[in-house]
């Protein structure tokens, strides 16, 4: 029986994620870190198996006293890191330590903690490069998008994303990498649910790329696979439904309008700066207009991850491919 940490545990995935761990008969003991206070955490019953703690995980002080104080007395062996900021339109230093120098503290106090063996990172696909010129299928060994002028939101994924690669083979601890498709559903910063979830979608004239999206439940059973597997590497996650951009606008039941880039750059701004809407155009041009799917033949032969869980569309039913 092992000890986990999660991290992120109030968000969707994270809430989902320590449900199953706590049911797991092989895990002993999960410590589940959030951003919300201990009286307003996890809305389940859980026994002893679980203990919930509030932590600032952007102060490497705070991450050293959980990693060395906490997680060593209650003898935890696997790390797994979700909480990253969610945000597209926040930057800024504390935007950057929440996403790239949290990983960084985790994984720098992993080497030479006496407990810990494993951390798993939940990436995300954004952290590919996109264009004309690449697959829209994309394996592991895909370039990622490493130009400057990205937006903060993209480039500090990478960052993180890279920061766990680097450190492969280098550490005490074994280092796994999830890069996950989107999860659709309220608490998990994906850019497509706030996209669909709108009274109307901005769709590119002349362009409909393919889109690959997961369920809650399927990126959970990955990060459970992670925990309980051996050996180190970069895995995609993706999700059960593969469809046209156009496709998924009409299952979930919203309004489309095909028109020009640069006017739907300037709705969808307006739109944030009046009502706060989280969608960005910015960040996900490329693709809105060239389309990504995630390869997930590694995370198949080698964690035994195969998406089950077609996404629950509103309108038509599950998408079945």
Known sequence: MIGVLVTGATTAIGERLVRALVADTRVRHVIAVGRSPETHA??????????????????????HELLFGLARDLEIEVVVHLDQHQNA???GKRVHQETVEATRSILELS???????????KSYAEVYKVSLELPVLVTEDHPLNLD????????????????ACSRMGFLDAEVVVLRCAEALGPGTGSQLFSFLDAPLALRPAGF??????????????????ATHGSGEGVFNVPGFDTLPLSESIR???TPCVPAPGPLIRN???????????????????????????????????ELGYVPENPVDWPVGGPVRT
Not at 111 to 121: A, D, E, K
Not at 268 to 295: D, T
């Open 42 to 63: 996890l809305p389940f019953a859980h026994g002893d198996r679980l203990t919930y703690v509030h932590v600032d995980l952007a102060k490497s002080r705070r991450v």
């Open 148 to 163: 400057p002028r990205a937006p903060q939101y993209i480039r500090d994924r990478v960052e993180a994303d890279l920061t």
């Open 208 to 225: 409909d790329p393919m889109v690959n999206v997961a369920t809650i439940a399927d990126i959970a059973v990955a990060l459970e696979l």
């Open 267 to 301: 709705a969808y701004r307006l739109r944030h700066a009046v009502v706060g809407a989280g969608f960005s155009y910015g960040i996900n041009r490329r693709r809105m207009h060239y389309g990504l799917v995630l390869a997930g033949n590694r995370a198949a032969d």
């Open 251 to 253: 299952k979930w039941g």
């Open 89 to 91: 339109f926040n930057k």
């Open 111 to 121: 080497h030479r903690h006496p407990t810990i063996r494993r951390v798993v990172l």
